[in-house]
C-alpha cells in the first residue's frame, strides 16, 4: 500500500487506510511514552478519533507527523493528569492513625531488657564495663577512651569485644 505524505482533502476510507497500517506502530509509540498497555490502547482509539474528526477544509500536509502529533498531546495530558491525581493526597477522616508513642508491650519488653543489660553490665570487669559504657553512651571514639583511660586503642576494641561476647552469653542463659 503507497504510503501518503500530502493530501489536500483526505477522504475518510484514505484516513481509515492509513490508520490500520499505522496501528502497531502508534500502540507502540504510546506505550513507551506512558508505559501501560491498556492505556496506550485508549489512547491510540482516542487519537484515531480525534484524527478523523479533523475538518476537511484544511490542508494536511504530512498525516504520519499529524497523527503522531495528536498522539503525542494525548499522552502528555494523560501523564500530566496521573501526575496530578497522584500529587493530591486523599486522607479518609475515619482511617486509624497510629499513635507514635510505644504500645504496653514494648514498654515492658524494653525494662525487662534494660534490667537484664543492666544485670549483664554489672558482671563485666571494672574496665571492661567503662570503655562500653564510654563507647555505647557516651559515644566516645577508640582514640578518645583509649587517651581517657590511658590505655592502647587495641586495647579499647579488646574491652568492647569482650562486653559484648560476655552481654550476649549472659542475656542467652536469661
Known sequence: MPTITSID??????????????????QKFLYWKVGSYEVAEELAQETYFRFLKQPRSNSIQDLNAFMFTIATNLARDYLRNLAREQNREFVPL???????????EDIIIKQCMSNQL??????????????FLLYRIDQLSYKEIAGRLNISERTVEHHLRQALLLCRSFLTKS
Open 9 to 26: 482533502v483526505p477522504t475518510n476510507q484514505i484516513l481509515i487506510n492509513f490508520i490500520e497500517t499505522r496501528q502497531s506502530e502508534l
Open 94 to 104: 475515619d482511617i486509624d492513625i497510629p499513635d507514635a508513642k510505644p504500645s504496653v
Open 118 to 131: 543492666q544485670q549483664a553490665l554489672a558482671t563485666l570487669p571494672d574496665t571492661t564495663r567503662e570503655v
